[in-house]
């Protein structure tokens, strides 16, 4: 039992807890394609249309089945944009990370749906949304979504580096 | 079988605190709920069932039910638990009341509670989809923060204005004795001097993250008659989204659980201008931002306007429309406890009990719950029987 | 292509937790005064062992600084149930009936021969030497002989 200052008590622990997670036959088949191939994937839904990025099973939209995987574009649009400056908690690590550190909504070339994720720059103050980043993968694929380490950012648009959206 | 009329004829709350060392989880709920239970003038034996709303994530506390059931007044009662995020709160309350609506029981009690000083809050948001999202974590504020930058992009609003949101909530706070965060001094700019937590949000747009706890008691049929000023329970809609947060487009502007929730209410209760026709709302607004996101949402100003709507004061104390008059999330954020607290602090102007704070002529009050933008919950509230 | 997968997901994360005032001040006795406390309710007089802030049969607070309602409790009982597999550590977990107290309390028995064993044996609590406010202050409930 922990005492602080005052006259109450505390009972201090640190979880270490550890699970076993099927993702399930749609995610197991982005995490394998990404793995084989380098490539991102999503699911689109043959009714709406819509490509999902993470790809999922069940268009929620439409309550349909989707069944078809579609290859995703190397590079995305930033959509929203923040810098960071406080410390959280990496719950796998226990570890803050370290601040700081842009966080995007990221828009792959191909897909309808945004992600969240790390944008590395020299400069966050000169991110916008409309800049352009670029997918980075680590050397040896795990299979798993830490396979993608962050996003490159690579500046404003200029025609040749435009997304094509389908 | 049709709903009968019911109504939240007691509301219970804690001083809502950075950390209450000096009680347990089970202790906290015990304090709000015999602070209802004195408010409304009934014991133990008048409850008839029992909702409680938590979200254990928070705590890493495994069955909070079954810890805190007994320190409710559960024994030998049925007690349910709710937990839908942050609306945990209002969808134990929609569920407290339908169970009464539904002639099932008569006399219902609804309690929630969280201590976020016992865990790691920004963390334990983060441990949802272990395939995916808990590699990203990045917590509640920068998730925020990234649909705060396509709304400002969309709508224009500025830091100034989100800050009068801020500076509005801590004035209110500071007539709320149960207030976790208060301050009659503040002003815009010393949100705008707070430090930066993620752009363009500062340590004083954000809500706190509290220990506190908080009960409605619940009364239909015969059981509501001996109450002067009921709360009477007009109607309520929910609704759910897709679980990512990229999964549909800039999801702050659109806030189409929100939006939906609001629209089914307004039809069910008949109203056509909700600025005009609603005296009152306490509305979940997690950062000053939502709060202006959520006057669209809400229809309480025409899309693109709710920058001008706050500087109009019109939902100040004393305003047209007072939103949050006890301060609102940003001054007191127990999550599972926070939507029950929107709920009470509504029936508190219809019972004419909200003491420095009560809005003159409330008689029509709106409460929205708010989670992740995965989760809307709308209900509405009047002081004439239905 | 493998069709299915699955991941190892951790989690590591601190936490805090607040016992209250009455279990504050029962885990502090257990340290400091080596007492086992418990608190009875004035309303129908249950003695409750650990010493808690609430009687859930009457729905009513117990304020253990009132007297009569913050009750010490001898440091001896008698074994009402136990595991009959042993801990790894050697020990039963067990319900021990304190003598005073209207609940049982869930602890371990152990320092014997496991065929001792019996509903009904007199035990007495074994305190380790360097207390920390915490229920495994006491290491055990042993056997004893009593007239």
């Keep these: 039992m922990q005492e602080n200052n005052s006259e109450y008590l505390f009972s201090s622990i640190t979880m270490d807890l550890s699970w076993n997670t099927d993702v399930g036959e749609t995610m197991a088949g982005f995490f394998q394609r990404l793995k084989a191939e380098r490539r991102l994937y999503g699911t689109r839904c043959s009714n709406c249309l819509r490509v999902y990025l993470p790809p999922r099973p069940v268009c929620g939209n439409c309550w349909q089945q989707m069944n078809d995987w579609v290859e995703l574009g190397e590079q995305g649009t930033i959509v929203g944009k923040t810098v960071c400056y406080y410390e959280i908690l990496d719950s796998m690590t226990g570890k803050p990370r370290t601040t700081p550190f842009v966080l995007g909504l990221i828009q792959i070339d191909g897909a309808d749906t945004t992600l969240n994720h790390f944008v590395e720059t020299p400069d966050p103050d000169h991110v916008s949304i409309g800049d352009r980043v670029e997918t980075v993968l680590r050397d040896t694929l795990q299979g798993n979504v830490g396979d993608i380490v962050h996003f490159q950012w690579l500046g404003p648009p200029t025609t040749s580096s435009q997304g094509s959206k389908k | ?386 | 292509m493998k069709k299915y997968q699955q991941l190892r997901a951790s989690v590591h994360l601190p936490f805090s937790f607040a016992v209250g005032a009455t279990a504050s001040r029962f885990y502090r006795a257990l340290r400091d005064e080596k007492t086992i406390y418990g608190t009875r309710c004035d309303n129908c007089q249950r003695v409750s062992v650990p010493a808690r802030s609430f009687c859930s049969h009457c729905c009513k607070t117990i304020d253990h600084h009132q007297t009569g309602q913050w009750i010490a409790l001898p440091e001896y009982g008698t074994l009402i149930g136990w595991c009959e597999t042993p801990n790894k550590d050697g020990f039963f977990t067990a319900l021990i009936q304190l003598e005073g107290a209207d609940n049982l309390l869930l602890h371990r028995v152990g320092q014997c021969d496991a065929v001792l064993l019996h509903k009904g044996l007199h035990l007495r609590a074994a305190w380790k030497a360097s207390a920390a406010g915490t229920i495994t202050d006491i290491v055990c409930f042993k056997p004893e002989r009593r007239a």
């Excluded at chain 2, 976790?180 to 001094?185: I, L, N």
């Excluded at chain 2, 908080?214 to 009477?232: E, S």
Aim: proline residues 4%; aromatic residues 6%.
């Design chain 2, 1 to 386: 079988m049709k709903a009968r009329p019911v109504a939240i004829v007691g509301t219970g709350q804690t001083r809502h605190r950075k950390a209450r060392p000096d009680v347990h989880q089970g202790e906290m709920v015990q304090e709000a709920v015999n602070l209802a239970l004195l408010d409304a003038d009934l014991s133990w034996d008048d409850i008839d069932a029992i909702v409680l709303t938590n979200m254990e994530l928070f705590e890493g506390r495994a069955l909070p039910d079954l810890w805190c059931s007994e320190f409710a007044g559960g024994l030998g009662k049925p007690v349910m638990k709710v937990a839908t995020g942050g609306t945990s709160g209002t969808s134990g309350a929609i569920a407290g009341l339908l169970q009464a609506a539904s002639g099932l029981f008569d006399t219902v009690l609804v309690v929630g509670w969280e201590k976020h000083s016992e865990g790691s809050t920004q963390t334990g948001m983060s441990l949802t989809d272990p395939a995916w999202d808990r590699h990203i974590a990045a917590g509640a504020i920068g998730n925020f923060a990234l649909s705060i930058s396509q709304y400002v992009a969309e709508r224009g609003v500025t830091g100034e204005q989100a800050a009068m949101v801020a500076v509005k909530a801590r004035r209110n706070g500071a007539l709320n004795p149960n207030a976790h965060v208060k301050d009659a001094g503040i002003t815009v700019e010393k949100v705008l001097a707070s430090p930066m937590l993620a752009e363009p949000v500062h340590l004083l747009d954000m809500c706190p993250q509290s220990d506190g706890a908080a009960a409605l008691i619940v009364v239909g049929g015969d059981k509501t008659r001996r109450y002067k000023n009921p709360a009477w329970f007009r109607g309520s809609a929910t609704r759910h989204d897709q679980p990512y947060i990229g999964d549909h487009d800039k999801r702050m502007v659109m806030m189409r659980t929100l939006r939906s929730a609001a629209q089914e209410v307004y039809r069910k209760v008949g109203i056509g201008d909700p600025f005009k026709e609603i005296d009152i709302a306490e509305i979940y607004e997690p950062v000053s931002y939502a709060e202006l996101a959520w006057y669209e949402a809400l229809g309480f100003c025409a899309e693109g306007d709710a920058g001008k709507l706050i500087e109009s004061g019109a939902t100040q104390i004393g305003g047209d429309l007072p939103v949050n008059p006890s301060g609102g999330v940003l001054c007191s954020n127990p999550v599972g406890a926070t939507g029950v607290i929107r709920v009470a602090e509504a029936a508190r102007q219809l019972h004419l009990k909200a003491g420095d704070y009560q809005v003159d002529g409330a008689r029509r009050a709106l409460v929205s719950g708010y989670g992740v933008y995965t989760w809307s919950d709308v209900l509405f509230f009047s002081a004439e029987r239905p």
